[in-house]
C-alpha cells in the first residue's frame, strides 16, 4: 500500500483526492492547506495540516501531490523532495522557463526521487493514438498543427483566487491557466518549434494584470506550420479543438474523439476519451490515469512517467509567446 498525501486544498484538489481515493493499493494519509475552511473538509479520518513538512514528518508519505498555486509549484515541491519525498506536482511545472530550468537542476541532482508533473492530456486515448499515428510515418511527416481553446472565465473565476490574475503569482493568464495542455500537445504532436510570432491581449474588462487572450503562429524546426488560439472570453466552455495535418492524410480531434478527415471533409471516427461527467467534462479524465502510472512506477521502479525535462517546454513556449507579443515580432523558442 502506497501512502499519499495532497498539499493545497483548491480547485484542482478534488479531482486528485477522488482519483486516490478510488484506486487501489493507495491510501490518503494526509493533506495540507493555509485555508483552515478548506482543512475542515478533509476527508474523514484523513488528518489535515497547516504546514507542510509538519504533514511529511507525522504521515511518512510516499509521494505528495502539489496542487497549489502556481508560484508554489517549485518551491513546495524542492522542499519535499530535499526531504526525501517523491513528488507529483499539478501544471504548470513552474512559474517560468527559469524557474523551470531550476526544477530541472533539482530533478538531476535528486535521481532517488520521482518528480511527475500533470500534463494527464497526454495520457488521452486520442493523443496517444495520434501520436502513435504520427510516430509510424506511415502518412509522411507533419505539415501543420492548428489549436482552439474556446473557454470562458467570469470576472468571479479571479475574484475567488485573485493570484490568477497576477503575473507574478500565475505567472501567465489563459496560456498558463487554460491552454498549456494544448501548448504541450502542439509541441508533442508537432516537435521542436523554431521561433513563435504572437499576439497576447485583454480583451475582457477586469482589471486583472494576465492576458485573456492569445493567437500565436508557430514555425517548427521541420518547415510545418501551426497555430494557437487561446480565449477566455467566450461565451461558455467548449471542447478544445485540434488539427494535425500529415503529408497524406488529416486529423481533428474535436469534442474528445479523434477523426481521420478524408476526401469531401468526410470524417472517420478513430477513438473517443474518457470524459469527467458534469460541466468541467471539457478537463479531459486523465488525471486518474497519470496517477495510477505514477504509483506504479513508484512500485517497480520505472520511469514511464512525465518529467520536469518533459513539462519544461510547454513553460518556456508561454514565455516565448509572451516575449513575442510585447514586441510584436518573431521570438526564437
Not at 500534463?119 to 502513435?132: A, D, G, M, P, S
Request: glycine share 8%; hydrophobic share 40%.
Amino acid at each position: 500500500m502506497k501512502r499519499a498525501a495532497i498539499v493545497g486544498m483548491g480547485a484542482i484538489y478534488p479531482i486528485h483526492s477522488a482519483a486516490i481515493q478510488a484506486l487501489d493499493g493507495i491510501e490518503l494519509v494526509g493533506v495540507c492547506d493555509i485555508d483552515a475552511k478548506k482543512r475542515a473538509a478533509a476527508p474523514e479520518g484523513v488528518p489535515a495540516f497547516e504546514d507542510v513538512r509538519e504533514m511529511v514528518e507525522q504521515t511518512h508519505p510516499d509521494c505528495v501531490h502539489v496542487c497549489l498555486p502556481h508560484y508554489l509549484h517549485y518551491p513546495i515541491s524542492k522542499q519535499v523532495v530535499e526531504m526525501g519525498v517523491n513528488v507529483l506536482c499539478e501544471k504548470p511545472v513552474a512559474l517560468n522557463g527559469r524557474e523551470a530550468l531550476e526544477f530541472r537542476r533539482l530533478e538531476q541532482e535528486h535521481p532517488e526521487v520521482k518528480i511527475a508533473v500533470s500534463l494527464q492530456n497526454r495520457l488521452n486515448e486520442t493523443t496517444e493514438e495520434l501520436v502513435r499515428i504520427i510516430g509510424s510515418g506511415e502518412h509522411g511527416k507533419v505539415m501543420g498543427v492548428r489549436a482552439e481553446v474556446p473557454w470562458y472565465r467570469p470576472l468571479a473565476y479571479y475574484q475567488a483566487e485573485p493570484w490568477r490574475g497576477r503575473w507574478d503569482q500565475a505567472g501567465s493568464g489563459v496560456m498558463m491557466n487554460q491552454a498549456i495542455h494544448t501548448i504541450d500537445l502542439m509541441y508533442l504532436l508537432g516537435g521542436p518549434v523554431q521561433r513563435i510570432k504572437a499576439s497576447v491581449e485583454q480583451i475582457l474588462d477586469y482589471g486583472i494584470e494576465v492576458e485573456d487572450t492569445v493567437s500565436a503562429r508557430f514555425q517548427y524546426e521541420n518547415g510545418a506550420i501551426g497555430h494557437l488560439y487561446a480565449t477566455n472570453a467566450n461565451f461558455k466552455n467548449e471542447g478544445v479543438n485540434i488539427s494535425v495535418d500529415l503529408e497524406h492524410a488529416s486529423f481533428r480531434m474535436r469534442d474528445n474523439v479523434l477523426y481521420e478527415v478524408g476526401e469531401g471533409n468526410v470524417e472517420t471516427k478513430l477513438v473517443e476519451d474518457q470524459k469527467l461527467p458534469g460541466s468541467k467534462f471539457y478537463y479531459g479524465a486523465s488525471h486518474k490515469k497519470l496517477i495510477r502510472g505514477f504509483y506504479d512506477c513508484l512500485e517497480d521502479g520505472s520511469d514511464e512517467y512525465i518529467h520536469v525535462r518533459d513539462a519544461y517546454m510547454s513553460v518556456h513556449l508561454i514565455d516565448v509567446i509572451k516575449d513575442s507579443g510585447l514586441t510584436g515580432s518573431w521570438a526564437n523558442v
